[in-house]
């Protein structure tokens, strides 16, 4: 749509609203993502600065039906944890890839929209999703309501580990690893049975970082970029212990070349990336993360 569209539509939404006097001229930072949902509140304003401007992301917190899943019964997130996931996104993980990433890298690559759902997203069977993404630009997270932040292996479980794993699949799909990945646990992978083919700790046995992974190697691939950045070095070796002699060796190996690739084609050290998101993890109980700043 171009520009003057936007004008068109901000000025008629703006008269229909009757958001401002006739007398008022079209403000021109007006953003036509909250049309519909009337003014832009504090929040708003700073999602599209922080959010909209800074890295073309769009960050929906009001649940539109058109942007959900109607399949599930879903329930709108607060507004409230709202403003903590989305200073916990800026915190732990945007700014987190900017200490170690080229410029530009997060507002060319990053997923382009993420949407806040209250509840969890329970399928038939009684299990939920923890996340769902859609072409990799669009994330949905959900329990939003229960958002605990002063557990921050809970975070790592519930949201990040979602946001880190589909991030990736950006990045593989915009430049696809080696081959010699591939051929690694090749014989090994189990589709869409990863659900229940193994018994607990088989999967990593088998070089797995989790059940997940051994779905096919994209899914391998990103969940181990998921796993290893939200892991400290200590928590890792236990991890990687724990797979014993035979997935020991197999995970390292996929390591070594995640690490080379992060690096060669991204330029981005994965321990640094790893260092950045865990001395930030350790400082979280300082942050102020239920209230919004606008510069
Ligand atoms: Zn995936």
Redesign the pocket.
Known sequence: MTKIKYWLLATVMLFVLGACSKDDEPDPDFSVINMGNGEQNDFDKYLEKTFVDTYNIDFQYKMQDIESDMSYALVPASYENSIKMANLIKYLCLDAYEEVAPDGFLKKYFPKMFMMVGSAGYRNNGTFMLGT?EGGLKITLYMINSLDVTNVDRLYEFYFRTIF??FS?ILHQTKDYTTDFDKISAVDYVGGSWNDAWDAGESAAKGFISDYSSKET??DF?ELIAHYITNTPESWETKIAAAGETGRPIIEQKITIIKSYMKDVWDIDMNELREAIDSRAKKLDEQDLDNITIN
């Open positions: 993404a794993h589909e699949h994209n899914e990103v």
